[in-house]
């Protein structure tokens, strides 16, 4: 779908410029700098994460605007991230939100909220291959956090608030 | 002074059983399901046992309110159509605590239900007593159960197919491919699989 929208814009590009089609298609399909989202499949998202620093610790979470408990714990791990990235400490939330919401829903909430911490879409249906590689025990069930540094892992298929969320990240760091 | 303490009590016994019921009990393949006794959105109660002709069930955790749930509502009716008759129909069991979500109470089932003309009863888990001992954990989840001398055996739990956003897209009939294998005999081919859901409210 990505690589049709992607031709039909080359098309319509090599006609010339100008018209509302071609802006319609820049608006939604292209990433624009001050607006660009990441979305992986999971693969992608594997490769992505393994590019990161293998001296930190990541604090992965699994979210979607649509899902209350994960948009309410949304804040604490805004804060773990403010606090903890002289330590070595990094957030990703990882939204589950659905790809035709991700300009409509998505964009919208994370302008609002202004997010500090490092938002990516993951965008896979095959979810029965998938989640099991997140980890054996999740049921598929969201909000769900992974930490994991190079000497440990931890999976939580759960909610937190701040001090649950605080007390977990400080074992990964001593 | 006495009552403090019961009541005391009684909260560390509430937050012990509520904080450390284990993630992923409830039923394996191959348990004896619990019937249950649960009001429908035509005021009636409904039990498994009433299905004096039903071969199996297909039992599905389902809500108003996951955009999940509300991808798949469609299919799930599908799947009533298909297997009813065949002696496997549809039992949707609405489990999210209603005044965490408003938009699953009776009213709003009962709307939802007459909008999209399900042909399938749609259960009130009215108390949260039902979906924790089968282990549900989101919606939409799937229980297939046949029915057997000792109770109603589980035969798959997971997801209904592999793709939530595009029916037409849909390589893997999980629920399905379960209950034709168990029509004609044979061992389901894929008896748990996995999806992305709705946590259940509580």
């Known amino acids: 779908m990505k690589h049709m929208a992607l031709i039909i814009t080359i098309v319509l590009m090599s006609f010339g410029n100008g018209t509302s089609q071609i802006n319609y298609?820049?608006?939604?399909?292209?990433?624009?700098?001050?607006?660009?989202?990441?979305?992986?499949?999971f693969e992608e998202l594997q490769s992505y994460l393994s590019t990161k620093d293998a001296k930190k610790t990541y604090v992965i979470n699994f979210w979607a605007t649509w899902c209350a408990p994960c948009v309410k714990e949304l804040p604490?791990?805004?804060?773990?991230?403010?606090?903890?990235?002289?330590?070595?400490?990094?957030?990703?939330l990882v939204s589950l939100d659905f790809p035709k919401q991700i300009e409509t829903k998505l964009k919208p909430f994370l302008k609002k909220n202004a997010l500090k911490s490092e938002v990516v879409v993951l965008d896979d249906v095959d979810s029965n291959t998938w989640i099991p590689k997140v980890?054996?025990?999740?049921?598929?069930?969201?909000?769900a956090t992974l930490i994991y540094n190079k000497d440990k892992k931890a999976f939580y298929e759960r909610s937190f608030n701040y001090q649950e969320l605080e007390t977990e990240v400080k074992q990964f760091i001593k | 002074m006495k009552n403090t303490f019961k009541t005391l009590l009684a909260i560390v016994a509430f937050i012990a059983t509520t904080a450390f019921t284990p993630v992923g009990t409830g039923y394996d393949i191959g348990d004896i399901a619990t019937d249950f006794k649960l009001e429908n959105i035509d005021g009636k109660m409904v039990s498994m046992a009433d299905f004096k002709d039903a071969k199996g069930f297909i039992v599905v955790f389902t809500c108003n309110t996951c955009p999940y749930a509300v991808a798949y509502e469609d299919r799930v009716e599908a799947l009533n159509k298909k297997?009813?008759?065949?002696?496997?129909?549809?039992?949707?069991?609405?489990?999210?605590?209603?005044?965490?979500?408003?938009?699953?109470?009776?009213?709003?089932?009962?709307?939802?239900?007459?909008?999209?003309?399900?042909?399938?009863?749609?259960?009130?888990?009215?108390?949260?007593?039902?979906?924790?001992?089968?282990?549900?954990?989101?919606?939409?989840?799937?229980?297939?159960?046949?029915?057997?001398?000792?109770?109603?055996?589980?035969?798959?739990?997971?997801?209904?197919?592999?793709n939530y956003k595009d029916a037409s897209?849909?390589?893997?009939?999980?629920?399905?491919?379960?209950?034709?294998?168990?029509?004609?005999?044979?061992?389901?081919?894929?008896?748990k699989t996995r999806a992305i859901g709705c946590s259940i409210k509580v």
Do not use: C
């Open chain 2, 83 to 162: 297997y009813a008759d065949k002696g496997y129909p549809v039992i949707a069991i609405m489990p999210n605590n209603t005044d965490v979500k408003p938009g699953d109470n009776m009213a709003a089932m009962k709307a939802r239900a007459k909008a999209k003309g399900f042909t399938f009863p749609y259960l009130m888990d009215k108390g949260q007593k039902i979906y924790p001992q089968y282990g549900a954990t989101k919606t939409p989840h799937v229980y297939v159960l046949e029915k057997t001398k000792k109770g109603p055996l589980v035969k798959y739990i997971g997801a209904i197919d592999d």
């Open chain 2, 169 to 191: 897209a849909v390589t893997k009939t999980y629920v399905e491919d379960a209950v034709d294998a168990l029509l004609v005999g044979k061992e389901v081919p894929e008896a």
């Open chain 1, 135 to 143: 980890n054996k025990n999740w049921s598929g069930a969201i909000p």
């Open chain 1, 76 to 92: 604490y791990f805004e804060q773990l991230n403010a606090k903890y990235s002289n330590h070595n400490v990094e957030v990703i």
């Open chain 1, 25 to 41: 298609f820049e608006e939604t399909h292209l990433n624009r700098p001050d607006n660009s989202l990441k979305v992986f499949n």
